[in-house]
């Protein structure tokens, strides 16, 4: 990834159009994914992406001092999804949790379980609050450190590893039905 120079806007990054464009070349794709699981509309993730961008470059010399571009980025992002939020109608529903499988060579009634899981778990992920909905997301699909979920949320790691492991618990306990090894499961959490 481009390195965009130092934060307060003084760096060569920030002026160097290349760099720029090399930057939102290496993160557009999962901030638009990001917004995507967040929002249920691939419209509305383009233009939360976009909004965040135009954010990010007017910010050019107000980043916080040792964040990373990226979690700037996200940061600003989420500050935009929460005021969509406050504006925004009705919720859409979710993008899938799981891309569809390859369906070669498997039996018709896999893909339909497949796809009622997708449905329960899209269900359950937009069932999440939305500080547990967002360090879930950060983590799980865009791959971020606790510390840098916890900059993007503007709350101690400590906090976004509880959160990240408070919304694992809840789809967990919402998706148990899905797991082929239930029983199993509810043995082993009895014998604890």
């Known amino acids: 990834m481009a390195d965009l120079g130092s934060s307060d806007g003084s760096g060569p990054g920030w002026d160097d159009r290349a760099a720029r464009e090399e930057f939102v070349r290496a993160t557009y794709v999962g901030l638009f994914r990001w917004f995507g699981r967040l ?18 470059w007017a910010s050019a ?18 500050n ?16 899938s949790l799981v891309d569809r499988p ?9 893909d339909l379980h497949d796809r009622e899981f997708r449905e329960a778990a899209d269900r359950a992920v937009g069932a999440l609050p ?5 360090a879930f997301t950060l983590r799980f699909w865009q791959g971020f450190e606790y510390e840098e979920i916890g900059q ?10 509880w959160r990240y492991f408070a919304a694992r618990r809840r789809l967990h306990r919402a998706l148990g039905a899905w797991d082929p090894d239930r029983e199993r ?8």
């Open 39 to 56: 929002s249920g509309s691939p419209d509305r993730a383009a233009d939360l992406a976009q909004d965040t961008f135009a954010a990010y």
């Open 61 to 78: 010399g107000r980043a916080r001092a040792g964040v990373s571009p990226r979690t700037w980025l996200y940061a600003i992002g989420r």
């Open 80 to 95: 935009l999804w929460r005021k969509h939020l406050r504006d925004r109608k009705p919720r859409a529903p979710a993008l």
């Open 102 to 110: 390859d369906a070669g060579g498997r039996a018709p009634d896999q």
């Open 130 to 134: 939305a500080d547990l909905r967002e």
């Open 152 to 161: 993007v949320q503007g709350v101690a790691a400590a906090l976004a590893r």
């Open 185 to 192: 499961a509810e043995e082993n959490q009895h014998a604890r």
